[in-house]
């Protein structure tokens, strides 16, 4: 046995003979291929008309069958559904309503609990700010009381709590000078 035909590993083989049978054999595959693409697109060329006649005509009768249901769905034209048809339309329409409800639901319940939370925020800024007055008012009232002080004393406006505006904003009757109404006029 010649040495070159003998290898210590089985997996290392000499490929050479076998290259030129495994090349014929993929042209032989690509020529069928090609023939049997060839020949049903040649079919497909020849049977295209009846093709898309065929497909208009299954999508017009899937549009048509669309159309019945919708109106069925909105309780239009159910004079041609029998009491089977009928029953099965209308478990389809409870469970459609129970999937609307249950969406419906979801999203209020959402709104309710961003709604609850804005009105614990609302509530904590409402509490801040009457702190702020609160504190504003007890160091405006200890500066009033500081002898020679170097600040005028600028007369304290009460504060309406529950809107935080001065009183006297709210108050419809306010006081010109006579100079002030001549000017308006």
């Given amino acids: 046995m010649p040495i070159s035909h003998v ?3 089985p997996e290392i083989l000499d ?13 032989k595959n690509w ?3 090609n023939e049997c693409n060839t020949l049903t697109l040649l079919l497909l060329h020849i049977h295209q008309p009846q ?7 299954k999508l ?4 048509r069958d669309i159309q019945n249901l919708n109106r069925h769905i909105l309780g239009e034209a159910l004079s041609s559904l029998n009491f089977k048809e009928l029953k099965n339309l209308e478990t389809r329409l409870e469970k459609g309503i129970s999937r609307i409800r249950s969406k419906k639901n979801e999203l209020l319940f959402a709104e309710i609990e961003y709604m609850q939370k804005r009105e614990i925020e609302l509530q904590n800024s409402n509490l801040f700010l009457r702190a702020q007055i609160a504190e504003n008012e007890r160091a405006q009232q200890q500066m009033n009381l500081m002898p020679g002080s170097q600040y005028e004393s600028v007369p304290q406006q009460p504060y309406d709590s529950q ?3 001065p009183v006297n904003l709210l108050d419809p009757n306010h006081h010109y000078s006579r100079h002030d ?3 308006s006029n």
């Fill in 15 to 27: 490929f050479r003979p076998n290259l030129i049978f495994l090349s014929i054999s993929n042209v």
């Fill in 51 to 57: 093709f898309y006649q065929q497909e208009a005509s």
């Fill in 181 to 183: 109404k001549q000017l």
């Fill in 163 to 165: 809107n935080l505006l």
């Fill in 60 to 63: 017009r009768r899937q549009i």
């Fill in 31 to 33: 020529v069928q291929t």
């Fill in 7 to 9: 290898h210590p590993d």
